[in-house]
């Protein structure tokens, strides 16, 4: 199906390119650059990119693209080249030659080049890199003669041979490792790079053998026939089962296919006076305006990324050449006044020659996403609002992170130092392998993934740990990168460390410390300490962050609230900013002390006066709780949401807990088993809770809005200004909340007059909007409430179908098999749980234009979830304490 | 907010009748009558009707209508006559003198008047009837010469004073009551009727006392004083709380107020010339076309109703009065050509005068309802289409389910009364558990199966007994929709009876019944009763039903399939007229006998192949039973849903049955406690079911679709013409079904060509929506479905959040309140529940325009959701076999 629809959609490109010899190849290099950076459609996104760097001065290796339309008038052809592409590529392949001195498939000075594929949008799935194109059996001993270098010769082709087997022609990897293993075997080493170049002929030999089995043909010795079939693969791999579900899963349509980029090759490993090295033109984990990087001599750019030698820090790299260490400075600038923003940079020296191999913005932690922004806004390179849409909010949650305890921390002993790789503080029992971690964590363990290394693999076990120790790889290692990403603690590259995963041991300093030991590690300082340490957690907002949602203010339309339950958290939420608390729930209210007490009394009472009398103990914690939260609020909106649970969920259901209930009521046992009995529910989610207990026992809430009025006139009347919203939970019908508004309003109107205030007293009545129905009725419901409050999480329930205590069992496996695009606990389902918001938020307005709408489930604070509120016109959004500051940075963003 | 709108609502009118002097007052009498059978806005039902009668000849006792609009008018200028009503009141009651010979308050024959309230839409909680107006202290002495009948006077003046003071001016009753046993005490009687001429006169004086001690003035003396209050009173109810909330509660809106009727008196009990009486035009019960009623010599009508005196049947009559007979006779003809339909009328003989008091439709049973149609179509006295919208749908179920014999049952001693929760007629030994059930049945006992409350774990039980009676639980419990489905007799919530199993007995009004007993149970009434009761079978259909029917037929645009999942169900539904089975459940095939030992080996399995395994032994079983179906059907389409409820449900809950079951499958007691400990769920109906299911074990699923399709196969080469469609439970994305209904296909085409079939085999696939989120998003899901299949239960419970085991707490208070106007699982809800059908129905067949749709939830056989069904354009209804007659007819009365 997919196939058709993308037929379809390029049938007007394949007009164009058939009826006349269109151009086909964009060349990028010194000489002369064809494409700019706003020509992605056509050369995709890399190829652009390479253009653009070309253009404005780079030292970027010369290349060139072929088109998007290209690919797609090869697809519409049925899969051949079309007319004339071989003759541009060979004239383009001239140019290079031109341009680099080189000559493709030339004995003496071969060009080699890369291939690589890039559409208009990044997409996994597509074809990889092939490197040092151009190789065959003679020009190997010319590269090998040029460079002086005849074991990085031969391991050049018995790479390409490698890739393009592999990559190109589909050969599987393993064919071609055992042909290595054999031969290191016979040299009795164990280390690639201890095979000599002897070897390395000997393996190149080997792998053309292997090529040959499992292709069924030669490897082509011809160098434009490896760029052909090269540039073959790259369309082919366009179409390809990853690529195209790829492309249906990300809703990713309208694109011609992929351009194909061909440059030439440049080797940092071609000896001491070459090099290779990434770098950010900001410190990535601070944010500080340093330029900061490392680089490897004599290696490979994927050699740093790996993590196999430790290299050496940007800094020292005037010491080795101050020439290339000044040019690299220019750059960094220049970098940043064109694409105004910090870029994650790879480069390349080649016998003292610099070259730009890739820029790309830097991906970077919280904290530095924040600083860069106010300090970039400060340097005039960006206005306030890009600033703002530039920091993915969901990563201020970092700056909120947690950090040792200063006493706490000096008096532990620390045991190795690594790299501060990603800041945060951990402490856990140790885990060796991804699978290790992922099960503890799930056990309930809080644990440290400790590895020599990361790879993609290990994903899921490092976010299952608390925090990442490895014992190799630097600022740049896949590890801390992936650490960052998430704002999760990691101290990469503790040498000291030695670690013997098979047996579940590190050994440091002499001592050893197994899967039971508990360690510690600082993601700020490298630390690596024994013992678990006390952490704090930080309860303001400041600096930087505070100028950014200063400014988010100022542009949000629609005000934060949060979800809170105690003066604490109440008081914790006002200082993140918080403009009033959309969801204070009151069932927790019951818990402590004597108040369970009461509680289980009222429930147990079989007669209403029995049921009031426990209630009247219950009143005077529930105003004080009310009136510490009014308090805590200092004149912000409270809305409070009446009883909620089912009331077994009072009750003890375990045999002595019972007992003791009954002893401590003075009741029989029997008697508190059948009333627990009589209360339990096949399905509580869908039971007998929200506003159904209070139509079935009106007392409970009317003592709850006596509670609320009383503490009101009680603050008021001290000078506070109490400003409560009462909210009915689980309306599903108007009637429902018309009978429970009355009630509300007429205990208010009682409640005054006994205490015999005669000041305005106003207490809005709302609902939340949690059931299917209320969203479908809304029209309805909206002439009895003064606000609505969406509480997505048990529409998402109900509108799913799912439970969230029960779809553990199958949900994670729907998100993986991608038949759920995400988690619908987590962001919010636009098409379903959305579209009955919508229709709610539509037709309560419509009956009471001014209506107050609001969001109070989880959703409330993620940024997708918010952007959708935004857009269906709410008020304000709730969340929880710790989110309100990623909640006002994306209400900015939302409008933005 | 209520009296708000109907104020705006009435703006016009008032401007109307304030302009002009209008005309306010109808006459109806022999000489002359005003109003007719068209003006009910006008004239409200009963004005009308009254008018009606007049004109075509009926005596009806002479009097006068005020309009609804002067109602309003009333109320428009603040609570006051407006100006012309009391002239134009005088002016009719001279009229009315006229025509009676009588006078209004004269001392020797004064006319007597009733006034009663009558609004354009019957409507409780207005004013009740005041009879005897026009009584004063002098004429009621007038009255007692001229009739020579004393106590007959003063006992309608007692009458008068006493509903006066009640109904027109609010005094409690019982202040009169009060009076009344003062005076029978004084007089050492205790019936009303012994109570002396003298002894009502002195009653008239102490009601008069009463009267003027609670309203504070003296009972009005002048005639027209008490009509005019009379009127204001009538006029006043209007807008009462009783009546404001009954429009409120049934949306009653647009009306004007309410219209006054005022009435001459007539006296059935002047003397034995005198009677009254009751009567059908046809037999209700049967539907006989025989006259059909009974009277009373020298009484009233109350008399008749009360059952104090036994009266007479009609045949009697012409021995008593034969002109009187005769003429009633020939007013029966006369109103049924009139009105064409049966009435139920009340007449009264004054002083051998007859005169007709009221006409109406007569209520009759099922059974006379049919006979009726039928022979009023024969008689050409109604045309089909008429006769089909006639006959309440829900009546036939009584022709077609057993019923305890009359007399037998009158015999029986009643012990406990519970919900008629699905009606039939059943007797039996009691089995406490579906175990007992069974395997008393199987050695040929009838047994009912007494629980607390039934559980998916007791369908066993329930299928084998004869009756289902609990204890707790609703109309809507378990065991009240799995009886209904099956039409076997259930009574629910006998809350009187305790049950204690363990010692195999009930205990109830202080007696003791154990397994032994015989009790019988009317599911149509809820009673429970002790021994054995003769039943009645009930007829086919056939008959006069089949005649009805076959109409239907001929009118429904909609087909009814039936919900089936055995052969023999399958049979009966078909000759109840279903065109296909809308529903097969297949979950009930895996609880027999081995099947539920390989289905629990499958649960157990820890691996796929292991699954597999056990699925494999499952085949042949359900195989066999799809062919049953196929077979049964002959040809007509089988709807077969894939398994649907969690796997814990085929797992046993209670340590002996796990023991047993350990031992069955030879694995420890601790794994099937693990597996039984992991399966289960919160919230179980949210949980891991229906296609989610299917998605993580996909071999349950492809062994059903082979299933079915080998059983397709095995049919059509045997000649039978088998159309299984397959139906996917539970679907909330779209991906869910692309992914079940490709493993379908898949195995379709594999089957079929593993059986080397060559002939066509097209096996629709298509979908329930009973998941909110799958009508909100039905246009997707069409696009890979070929049918949809609404399943309004479910829907219903995510809709509403309600769970059908739970809601009984609080549903049937919620029903009796009004806060839900029906029980949503009995009707559908056509605003909530109702739109998210009309959604999907819409966006369905947008995407696919002849996308087939149907309903299976219960309501598929609930004649106000079927009128709903069509509404929408469903394609089809199915419900349970008993029900299908009943919504053949309803759909024919949707159409019309």
């Known amino acids: 199906m997919a196939t058709t629809k993308k037929t379809r959609g390029r049938s007007t490109a394949s007009q164009k390119t058939t009826t006349r010899a269109k151009k086909m190849v964009y060349f990028f290099g010194g000489s002369r650059t064809e494409g700019k950076a706003s020509q992605k459609t056509l050369l995709g996104g890399k190829g652009a990119n390479l253009a653009d760097m070309t253009s404005i001065g780079l030292p970027v290796p010369a290349g060139f693209t072929i088109t998007t339309d290209t690919c797609a008038a090869y697809y519409d052809i049925g899969g051949r080249f079309p007319g004339g592409l071989s003759d541009q590529i060979r004239k383009n392949i001239r140019k290079l030659e031109m341009e680099t001195g080189k000559k493709f498939g030339s004995t003496t000075d071969p060009l080699l080049v890369s291939v690589r594929s890039g559409a208009a949008v990044s997409m996994p799935g597509m074809m990889d890199t092939v490197l040092n194109l151009g190789l065959n059996d003679k020009s190997v ?189 220019r750059i960094r600038i220049k970098l940043e006044k064109h694409y105004k923003d910090m870029q994650d940079i790879e480069f390349t020296i080649e016998r003292g020659t610099l070259y730009m191999l890739q820029t790309r913005n830097g991906k970077r932690t919280g904290a530095a996403s924040v600083k860069m922004a106010v300090d970039m806004v400060k340097e005039k390179l960006i206005d306030r609002k890009t600033a703002l849409k530039r920091i993915p909010a969901n990563d201020l949650t970092q700056l909120l992170l947690p950090s040792f305890q200063g006493k706490s921390k000096a008096a532990a002993e620390t045991i190795a130092k690594g790299l501060p790789a990603s800041p945060g503080a951990a402490s856990g029992g140790l885990a060796f392998t991804a699978e290790e971690a992922v099960e503890r964590a799930l056990a309930g363990e809080q644990v440290l993934l400790v590895r020599k290394e990361t790879s993609p693999e290990d994903v899921d076990g490092m976010h299952s740990a608390a925090g990442i120790l490895t014992s190799t790889g630097g600022m740049t290692s896949h590890a801390a990168v992936v650490a960052r990403g998430w704002g999760k603690c990691c101290v990469a590259g503790a040498g000291d460390i030695s670690i013997d995963a098979a047996k579940g041991r590190i050994t440091v300093g002499g001592k050893t410390y197994g899967r039971k030991s508990v360690l510690s590690i600082d993601g700020s300082t490298g630390e690596v300490m024994v013992g678990e340490i006390e952490r704090v957690i930080p309860s303001k907002v400041s600096g930087d962050l505070a100028t950014v949602l200063k400014w988010a203010d100022g542009v949000a339309r629609m005000g934060v609230r949060t979800n809170a339950d105690t003066p604490q958290d109440a008081k914790r939420a006002r200082e993140f900013g918080a403009i009033g608390i959309g969801l204070c729930r009151t069932e927790h209210m019951f818990f402590e002390g004597d108040r369970i007490k009461a509680m289980r009394e009222m429930i147990l009472a079989g007669t209403m006066v029995n049921r009031e009398k426990a209630l009247k103990k219950l009143l005077p914690y529930q105003r004080k709780d009310f009136a510490g939260i009014f308090t805590a609020m200092k004149g912000l909106p409270v809305t409070v949401r009446l009883l909620d649970p089912p009331l077994h969920e009072f009750l003890p259901h375990e045999a002595d807990s019972q007992k003791a209930m009954a002893k401590d009521l003075g009741v029989p046992l029997s008697e508190v088993r059948r009333r627990v009995s009589m209360l339990h529910e096949m399905n509580p989610m869908l039971g007998h809770r929200g506003c159904r207990l209070a139509i079935t026992y009106p007392e409970i809430a009317k003592m709850q809005a006596r509670a609320i009025t009383e503490a009101t006139i009680q603050c008021l009347k001290k000078g506070i200004k109490a400003m409560p919203e009462i909210m009915v939970p689980l309306i599903g019908t108007r009637r429902e ?146 989110r309100v500051p990623v909640a006002r940075l994306a209400a900015a963003q939302a409008v933005l």
Chains 1, 2 share one sequence.
């Open 141 to 329: 001993v010319g590269l090998a003669e040029l460079t002086g270098n005849e074991r990085f010769a031969w391991d050049a082709y018995r790479r390409l041979i490698n890739m393009y087997g592999d990559v190109v022609m589909g050969v599987d990897h393993h064919h071609f490792e055992a042909a290595f293993d054999r031969i290191k075997k016979g040299l009795g080493v164990t280390e690639d790079t201890d095979v000599p170049a002897e070897g390395l002929r000997e393996l190149c030999q080997a792998y053309k053998a292997v090529y040959r089995q499992h292709v069924g043909a030669a490897f082509p010795t011809d160098p434009y026939k490896q760029l052909e079939l090269a540039v073959e693969a790259v369309f082919r791999s366009w179409n390809s089962d990853r690529a195209n579900s790829y492309r249906r899963i990300n809703e990713i349509s309208g694109l011609n296919g992929t351009a194909v980029n061909v440059q030439a090759m440049v080797f940092g490993n071609m000896g001491e006076d070459s090099g290779t090295g990434v770098a950010f033109t900001r410190d990535p984990s601070t944010g500080k305006n340093v330029f900061y990087g490392e680089f490897l001599i004599n290696a490979q750019g994927e050699d740093v990324v790996a993590g196999i030698r430790t290299p050496e820090p940007l800094a020292a790299m005037s010491r080795w050449n101050a020439r290339v260490a000044k040019e690299l400075g």
């Open 737 to 882: 909340l018309e009978i429970l508004r009355e009630l509300i309003l007429e205990t208010i109107a009682v409640v005054k007059k006994e205490k015999k205030y005669s000041g305005k007293l106003s207490i809005p009545v709302g609902t939340m909007i949690e059931i299917p129905r209320a969203a479908l009725t809304a029209g309805d419901i909206a002439e009895v409430a003064d606000f609505f409050s969406f509480g997505t999480n048990d529409l998402t329930q109900m509108a799913f179908g799912y439970s969230r205590d029960d779809a553990g069992v199958f949900l994670p496996e729907y998100v993986s098999r991608e038949i759920l695009e995400k988690d619908p606990f987590q962001a919010i389902d636009v098409t379903g749980v959305g579209r009955l918001v919508e229709i709610a938020c539509q037709e309560g307005r419509m009956t009471k234009p001014k209506l107050k709408l609001g969001i109070c489930g989880e959703h409330g604070g993620e940024p997708s979830s918010i952007a959708f509120c935004e857009q269906v016109g709410l008020d304000y959004v709730s969340c929880s304490p710790f």
